[in-house]
């Protein structure tokens, strides 16, 4: 396992490093899995976010039989697929027509997975 030991981007985190080497392997489906059940460190957050679209958008171009995608396309997929909470900046805001304990509940299970 010694791509699994190898520092990436200056990062020491082994899910890091697991995740560079799926990218690299061009397992897209292991890499989505493992990028939204693992915690990584808020510094590697915008390098997993480049590797979960690039996933997702290589998945949809597999499926498709397309050699690449326009911009719409890429828009209606990162609509479909949000970022997973484990490396989402952005807080999950649900609306507030429920209450607020309903609500309370929601934040505490989006929390863990934005995609329960």
Known sequence: KQWYQRRVRGS????TSLATHYN???SWEDLKIHISSSSF?????????ELYYSSVYNLSMEETGKTYLVPSWKYRLRK????????SSVPFKSNRKFDDN???LLNAVLKESRHP
């Not at 479909?80 to 490396?87: M, R, T």
């Open 12 to 15: 020491d985190d082994p899910n």
């Open 41 to 49: 460190p808020s510094s590697d957050h915008p390098y997993l976010q």
């Open 24 to 26: 690299s392997t061009r």
């Open 102 to 104: 309903v609500v309370a």
């Open 80 to 87: 479909k697929n949000p970022l997973p909470a484990s490396i």
